[in-house]
């Protein structure tokens, strides 16, 4: 059968150029099943349909050629969304939103987002990073951006252009982070379920270590540990080129039961100290290594999630991810900012501990011979403690983790869960020393809400549980606690 002609209904708002510059039929070309889905694809790719059909005019009447009718229903251009939010690790949130879906009936997108933060400090179990905190500055966080996208770029009916500017401030365990930012991006989208980006960004990004009142000149100085700071302080103006890919066959995003997720990331990042960074100041008084070099290094990281419905009706289900990621330095002397190194600890990698509070792995050996150390001279003031490891993040980590989730009744499950993974400051450090996977265990309360499910966890820390019961291997991790409490929305 073939295609006399197309007739595009329901588009009262959007250009009817735009719509049939996605239609896969052709007038006068044969009508297929293949070619009817594509159309459907990509007419849901514009985000600008609530729902679509495609059939014949007459469609119980035989004959050679038939007019194809494409029936739309237009979404509202305009939305508000306003939702709430919940974690262990940011505290309080609040999200505001709003868009407009049809710019000009050519299905460009504007976005308004706004996302405000406030960690009290009752949600702060550590009292080194309590004390960190001290000031309400340092626990409220904010995320704003506005973005612009462009569904027609000329590369055909799978490309987009988005355009984004973001402010953003971010109160991590150990530091705080301003960042101001203009990402322009490609997007690829074959289907609603895959795609890929392409773009870069520039940005100036300020970090203030937490609790370092001295600053880094004073640090190194007194303390004379210039292995342990491996994050230049101050602020910086970054350029970074990206591709990433998603693949994503989910159920549902915030509580899958079936399906699988892959995604991965490379970014080159070159950042340029702006001005007289401490870093600097610690070179020119002759206290530390430092150089106020650019630093120069790629980012890899990667996700696999699989999950696997153990019942035939949504019920008990069983959820695995595996994360990995690298900083790999490009040049000499080259650090990572501490925006784009890698933390472990919290409700999304390791939940045996408070969130992003795990040693690096090379660390956390020095500091078990520096506690051998300081029990044969107790009065060397210049070894490696706890309190003198201002960022707890590296350049490498695995994080693999499976869950097994049972429902109770239709608003209330449980889960058991296993999390492992580890993490190293380096490279260097990684092959010196080789795969270590620390473990934690736990269960937890997931509640359904209408925002997603409302989590209760607590993970056990298998190796501080050891080291409990061994009187021999007390000293070690003796800076770790025995597990951690976690609550969120939302599930990996």
Excluded: C
């Excluded at 949130?93 to 710019?103: A, D, K």
Aim: zero cysteines.
């Amino acid at each position: 059968m073939r295609v006399s002609r197309i007739v595009i209904k329901g588009a009262a708002v959007t250009s009817e150029r735009l719509v049939r510059s996605r239609v896969a039929l052709t007038s006068g070309g044969v009508y297929r099943r293949s070619l009817v889905r594509r159309t459907e694809e990509r007419l849901a790719t514009l985000g600008v349909f609530g729902s679509i059909s495609v059939g014949f005019e007459d469609p119980y009447v035989p004959a050679r050629e038939k007019v194809v009718i494409i029936t739309v229903e237009e979404r509202l251009a305009q939305y508000v969304d306003v939702r709430p939010g919940l974690s262990s690790g940011e505290g309080f949130r609040i999200s505001f939103e709003y868009g407009h879906r049809n710019l000009g009936g050519e299905a460009v997108a504007f976005t308004l987002r706004s996302r405000l933060n406030f960690l009290p400090q009752q949600f702060i179990i550590e009292d080194d990073v309590r004390a960190k905190h001290e000031s309400v500055d340092s626990r409220f966080g904010r995320h704003n951006s506005a973005s612009v996208e462009f569904p027609d770029i000329g590369l055909g009916p799978l490309f987009r252009l988005n355009v984004e500017a973001i402010d953003v401030r971010d109160n991590a365990r150990d530091y705080s982070l301003v960042k101001d930012a203009f990402i322009p991006r490609i997007i690829f989208r074959p289907e609603r379920r895959l795609s890929a980006q392409l773009g870069g960004s520039l940005e100036l990004n300020t970090a203030t270590i937490l609790g370092d009142t001295g600053g880094l000149e004073k640090y190194i100085r007194d303390s004379g540990q210039l292995t342990t700071f491996r994050v230049p302080e101050g602020t910086t103006f970054v350029i970074a080129q990206r591709i990433s890919a998603t693949w994503d066959q989910r159920d549902v995003p915030l509580d899958a039961t079936r399906g699988f997720l892959i995604s991965g990331s490379i970014e080159h990042v070159r950042a340029k100290p702006v001005g007289e960074t401490a870093t600097e100041a610690a070179r020119s008084s002759g206290s530390g290594p430092f150089d106020p070099v650019v630093s120069d290094f790629m980012q890899y990281s990667s996700r696999i999630a699989g999950y696997i419905p153990l019942s035939k009706k949504k019920g008990a289900a069983l959820a695995l991810s595996f994360r990995w990621g690298l900083n790999s330095q490009l040049i000499e002397r080259s650090h990572t900012y501490p925006d784009r190194l890698f933390f472990m600890g919290g409700v999304d990698t390791i939940r045996g501990f408070t969130q992003d509070s795990l040693i690096p792995e090379d660390l956390a050996r020095q500091l078990l011979d520096a506690r051998a150390l300081s029990e044969s001279d107790p009065g060397d003031n210049q070894l490696l403690t706890v309190d003198r490891i201002l960022i707890r993040g590296g350049d490498i980590f695995v994080n693999p983790r499976a869950e097994l989730r049972v429902p109770l009744t239709s608003s209330i499950q449980t889960a058991l869960f296993l999390d492992t993974g580890n993490l190293w400051s380096s490279l260097r450090a990684f092959e010196e020393l080789g795969f270590r996977l620390r473990y934690a265990v736990g269960s937890g309360i997931r509640i359904a809400t209408p925002v997603g499910p409302l989590v209760f966890d607590y993970g056990f820390n298998l190796e501080r549980v050891l080291d409990q019961i061994d009187p021999s291997r007390r000293r070690q991790r003796f800076w770790e606690s025995l597990g951690a409490f976690h609550f969120s929305i939302g599930l990996f």
